[in-house]
């Protein structure tokens, strides 16, 4: 029998703890992984996406065999950078163009609000005036957010006119740091004329939305988009800091098909293609009003675990499946939970953390629990203010991956996650608590 060739897919920033579910998707054996660049290289601080460019044709030049797929699950500037590599080694990915129109949020809202009512008002603010002022109809409260941004970094929740300038002090402050390697980005497309002159260290205006935050995520085949999985998105109480993302989606049927019609306009209008995709809305169940929040042009990897618990097989196969231009055709609810959620523990105050668990004791935590997950993302003795993992408001310390029966089931064995790891802290800042009851 002759030996099948496996085909070589680099992934960029490729991490331990997506490589098991990795392993996970159908046909693995006939893939390799390479990592390709570190998450270090691609998220420590501002980054310089010439250099980063440079750095990883070095190593695929350099490579002693087929280059056959290039691949990411990470925001700018790993999104950016696979339709990039892609272009220049030939491999299957959407335009970088219409993963700009992603990643761009002022852009994006342009395009959205051609094919789609499902938004909030938005506007952009002079970050360059003496005094710069929301933008004309969009009223408080209001989200203030970098034209680029993800985990939430430099994104602030406003009520009136002081909290606005405290807000966009902190922006102007802070922006370059995003916006300085997005500029690169955008020189190597052509922007069309509403878009002539912005650039990228643009500040956004949008009204503040309420209700159910959900997650829709889907890919884009030959043209044709493809919605797969639809998860509720619950916050800490009265905080906007991810608690969970639950699948299946709790939302009755109508609103699912909802979801599903919104989010195939916006993708055929973005133009995305051979590519997954991750949508972000908010539906009020008093109102029935649905709004859309942010388009991420890759699939979330925080989800992995929970759809192979559900449906049998990682969300990582859709990437990997459209990297060689198959369909995924994901199976559906073939696994062996009936529900599961993604759990983000986190702190409140900054403080040093101390008691941190052994991979081994992490492993012993999982058995004895049992179809559960844990990433703890802190070190022995570390402070919190010094750790990557965190958005304006909170540091996160752990994330647990748990399948269940039911939402109780979930509940239970998240609260037997954070007791059994017993991390403990010093230095607290007063009135600094952590809150896990939703």
């Known amino acids: 029998m002759v030996a099948v060739r496996q085909k070589n897919v680099f992934v960029i920033g490729l991490d331990e703890a997506n490589l098991p579910t990795l392993h996970a998707v159908p046909h ?16 420590g601080g501002e980054v310089s996406v010439p250099e980063l460019m440079e750095k990883a044709q070095k190593t695929l030049d350099a490579f002693d065999g087929s280059i056959d797929a290039i691949v990411g699950y990470w925001d700018f500037p790993v999104s950016t950078m696979v339709a990039m590599l892609g272009d220049r080694y030939g491999t299957r990915s959407t335009s970088l163009e219409s ?66 300038d405290a807000a966009v002090a902190r922006i102007k402050e802070g922006i370059g740091t995003v916006g300085r390697p997005f500029e690169h980005i955008l020189d190597q497309i052509e922007v069309p004329e509403e878009m ?153 105050a900054d403080g040093v953390v101390h008691d941190v668990p052994t991979r081994e004791e992490i492993d012993r935590i999982e058995r004895e629990i049992g179809d559960v997950r844990i990433d703890v993302l802190v070190e022995e003795g570390q402070r919190l203010s010094d750790a990557g993992h965190q958005d304006s408001y909170s540091y996160e310390l752990a994330h647990f991956s748990i399948g269940g029966d039911d939402e109780e089931d979930l509940r239970r064995k998240y609260d037997r996650c954070v007791a059994a790891l017993g991390l403990t802290f010093d230095e607290t800042e007063p009135g600094g608590r952590d809150v896990t009851n939703d």
Request: proline fraction near 7%; hydrophobic fraction near 35%; charged fraction near 25%.
């Open 99 to 164: 993963v700009v129109k992603c990643e761009h949020k002022y852009w994006s809202r342009l395009e959205q609000q051609k094919v789609i009512d499902e938004h909030p008002r938005f506007g952009r603010v002079d970050l360059e005036a003496s005094t710069p002022k929301p933008p004309e109809g969009v009223r408080f409260p209001m989200w203030l957010k970098p034209a680029l941004s993800y985990s939430s970094k430099l994104a602030y929740s406003v009520k009136n006119e002081e909290e606005f």
């Open 196 to 348: 002539a002159g912005i650039g990228a260290q643009v500040c956004l205006a949008e009204e503040a939305l309420s209700g159910i935050q959900v997650a829709v995520e889907g890919y884009v085949h030959r043209g044709e988009v493809t919605v797969y999985g639809v998860l509720d998105s619950i916050n800490y109480p009265d905080s906007s800091c991810f608690l969970r993302h639950q699948y299946p989606s709790t939302l009755p049927e109508p609103v699912v098909r909802r979801l599903h019609d919104v989010s195939e306009r916006v993708m055929r209008q973005i133009g995305m293609d051979d590519a997954t995709f991750s949508i972000e809305y908010f539906y009020d169940p008093g109102t029935d009003e649905l709004n859309l929040l942010e388009i991420n042009p890759r699939h979330s990897q925080a989800h992995a675990e929970l759809f192979e618990y559900v449906d049998g097989v990682p969300n990582h196969h859709c990437m990997v499946s459209l990297a060689f231009g198959e369909d995924p055709k994901l199976p559906h609810r073939e696994g062996p939970c009936a529900t599961a959620a993604k759990w983000y523990y986190r702190w409140f």
């Open 28 to 43: 693995a054996q006939d893939y390799r992984f390479h990592p390709l660049l570190t998450i270090e290289e691609l998220q």
